[in-house]
């Protein structure tokens, strides 16, 4: 895996710095670097509990819902924008879901609806952000509110049971098929990271995005129609919301309206740790799905050495103060 | 250099953290006077509640704790998700306990049919689930071993009992219903509608509208629906939440103590209340009876003794009359600092 990649475009394009080679492999590998010293850390504490296969796959499964909207906010935050809707946007996907699969609709449907769901989702903040000219932050604040409140209404403010027709199976952390090690729905984030961390290096759409989140106004003036590209990229970034959404339907084989509260946070915090930058113009793919795995990998040492859901939020924060910090010391260091 | 730093403030970071490792991971539940190393293997029993903040899960843990002193070889691992919606959270912690090979698991379910999954697993995995305080939709035997719980449809009864006597058979009664998808309440909800029934001269204001999961949205539900329904004589809540927003909303109208108003669970706080006449009466369950008989009946299925399927932790209606006696007061104020 070329993780050095992702990064790369950033050296040609306006706004990036040339960076050596071998400094730029170090950034991408960063987040994986800062996750084995944490899986060593936690392994170094008394009574030295195991990572077992198991644990792994449990994991994997907890990273998919955060991991697959982070990746969709790689882009976003990339391009120098933010969602806070995510969490808003997942909920009301699980009930659309759950309520096409209580129609009697099979999977493919349920598919198509969590993607067009989250699409529309997406297509709707761009729309705001670049018809209206609203901040992203402040056309998301207001879409937050606005799809909580769709998903209430729609599923009548209660949970909506369903058939889950196998897709619970996608994320049960030991896989049925014993050949498989990690359950389905790992696999396809981890395939959509290889192909989104493509994407962002070698098509328009990737370097696009970078340019414009590096300096817009320079994008602007290069020829990119940004409004058009700010369309594209949020409703990319929909797409894969949509598909957390089924993901967190499969979950709890039921549409629950009033989950994935504070998801939105996680989801920004996994593409910070990753190398993510919130002024825009830097992140990695690989790095937020690492980032990701980070955070739901101390949920479950935290669960598993017995300490309370403080201890873990208190390690959580910290370790995104850090990340961030020593991006920043690090990128101080380069401009010198 | 940066992976130095990073090591260096980790360490430090979850170095703290165990300093202070909190009593909650482990009862280190030796009996007194007996030597630890007679049990070199203790059974793990995670116990997962629905939230954290609730006085209710502190006296389950005590009741778990003291399940775990007394039978010596088990240590308790506590811990749940820390609001009372977040059905999300509770599957991965049960994953989590599951991936870890707990020997046993006790689960309070947020949801009679988000968990069933997460407790399938489980049980796949050769882990027993005792179901405590709230039902599952699978099958008792099958799905998990065994369901102890307080018989919570006679506790809706109780209540509807109790109104009915305060107000003389007559008079209009309000019910704020809790939450959507929790089984406990939703029985203690029937109980208290189809017992009301059977007072011809009251009659049942239900516009199904729901607390939500804290004081707080309790609160906001419970001050619009007096606006709404401002001639009512009775009011019932069917849990601590509900209850406590109820008796805010009630205070910040000056209807405290003027409508009468029977709740559900004890709080300090709803305990005071109930001494000040501000409530009725309160429907109190036995929590920690409920972590005692969740722990005790996983550790007795682990020994190979046979486990009743079902179990009844036990209900009563306590009253501002009554509250002074002794069976009563122990329920009322859990010595919770006996079991930390």
Same mark, same amino acid.
């Given at each position: 895996m070329n993780t050095g990649a992702a990064l790369a475009p950033l050296s040609r394009l306006p706004g990036g710095r040339a960076s050596p080679g071998r400094r730029v492999l170090l950034t991408a590998l960063a987040p994986f670097l800062g996750l084995l010293v944490v899986i060593a850390l936690f392994y170094a504490i &008394? +009574?030295? +509990?195991w990572v077992s296969l198991l644990d792994l796959q449990t994991v994997a499964v907890h990273t998919v819902i955060v991991g697959i909207a982070a990746m969709g906010m790689t882009f976003i935050i990339i391009s120098g924008g933010i969602d806070l809707s995510v969490g808003s946007a997942i909920a009301l996907t699980s009930v659309a879901v759950a309520l096409a699969l209580k129609q009697g609709w099979g999977v493919p449907a349920a598919v198509v609806v969590a993607l067009g769901t989250g699409a529309l989702c997406g297509f709707y903040n761009s729309v705001l952000i @670049?018809?209206?000219?609203? +901040?992203p932050f402040i056309a998301t604040l207001g879409t937050l509110g606005f799809y909580r409140g769709l998903a209430k209404w729609i599923s009548g403010s209660m949970p909506v049971s369903a058939p889950a027709q196998g897709l619970g199976l996608w994320v049960r &952390? !030991? +896989?049925?098929?014993?050949?498989? &090690?990690? !359950?389905p729905a790992v696999w396809l984030m981890l395939a959509l990271g290889v192909f989104l961390a493509a994407v962002l290096r070698y098509t328009i759409l990737g370097r696009y995005t970078f340019a414009i989140g590096s300096n817009e106004a320079t994008a602007r003036l290069c020829g990119i129609r940004v409004p058009r590209m700010k369309v594209y990229i949020y409703v990319l970034a929909g797409l894969l919301t949509g598909l957390a959404g089924l993901m967190q339907f499969a979950r709890l084989t039921q549409g629950d309206p @009033?989950?994935?509260?504070?998801v939105e946070l996680d989801v920004i915090a996994a593409v910070v740790i990753g190398g993510g930058s919130l002024s825009g113009g830097q992140g990695s793919m690989l790095g937020t799905l690492a980032g990701a795995f980070l955070m739901a990998f101390l949920r479950n040492r935290c669960t598993v050495l017995g300490w309370p859901n403080f201890v873990q939020e208190m390690i959580v924060g910290h370790i995104i103060i850090i990340a961030v910090a020593i991006d920043q010391w690090r990128a101080r260091r380069v401009e010198r | 250099m940066r992976v130095w730093m990073a090591t260096c403030l980790l360490l430090c970071a979850v170095w703290g953290c165990r300093q202070q490792q909190p009593p909650t991971s482990g =009862? %280190?539940? *030796?009996? =007194? %006077?007996?030597? $630890?190393? *007679?049990?070199?293997a203790k059974l793990k029993i995670a116990v997962i509640p629905k %939230? *954290?903040?609730?006085d209710f899960w502190k006296s389950v843990h005590a009741g778990a704790v003291k399940a775990a002193r007394e039978l010596g070889n088990v240590e308790v691992i506590f811990r749940g998700p820390e609001?009372?919606?977040d059905r999300e959270q509770q599957v991965s912690v049960v994953q989590n306990f599951i991936s870890s090979r707990v020997d046993a698991i006790v689960l309070a379910p947020l949801d009679d049919t988000a968990l069933l999954p997460a407790v399938q697993q489980a049980t796949a995995a050769k882990i027993p689930v005792v179901i405590i305080d709230s039902g599952l939709t699978g099958t008792v035997g099958q799905d998990f071993i065994s369901f102890a719980a307080t018989d919570n449809y006679k506790g809706g009864q109780l209540g509807a009992q109790r109104l009915g006597e305060v107000l003389g058979g007559q008079g209009r009664v309000l019910l704020l219903r809790y939450q959507e998808g929790s089984a406990s309440t939703v029985e203690r909800e029937r109980g208290f509608i189809e017992k009301l029934a059977? $007072?011809?001269g009251i009659s049942l204001v239900d516009p199904k509208r729901h607390a939500g999961p804290t004081r707080a949205t309790a609160q906001e539900a419970a001050e619009n629906l007096l606006t709404a329904h401002?001639?009512?004589q009775g009011v019932f809540c069917p849990n601590e939440s509900s209850t406590f927003g109820m008796l805010l909303a009630l205070r910040s109208r000056g209807l405290a103590g003027k409508v009468r108003f029977v709740g559900f669970d004890a709080s300090a706080g709803l305990v005071e209340a109930l001494g000040q006449g501000e409530l009725d009466g309160l429907v109190v369950q036995n929590p920690m009876h409920m972590g005692y008989t969740g722990v005790k009946t996983a550790a007795d299925y682990l020994a190979g003794k046979p486990v009743p399927p079902l179990q009844d932790t036990g209900v009563v209606l306590v009253t501002k009359e009554t509250m002074g006696q002794p069976e009563y007061q122990e329920l009322l104020f859990p010595d919770l600092t006996k079991y930390p």
């Open positions: &008394p +009574p030295h +509990p @670049t018809l209206l000219r609203l +901040p &952390p !030991a +896989p049925v098929q014993e050949w498989l &090690p990690l !359950a @009033t989950v994935a509260i504070g | =009862s %280190g539940a *030796t009996a =007194s %006077g007996e030597p $630890a190393a *007679t049990a070199p %939230g *954290t903040s609730h609001r009372e919606d059977e $007072a011809p401002s001639d009512v």
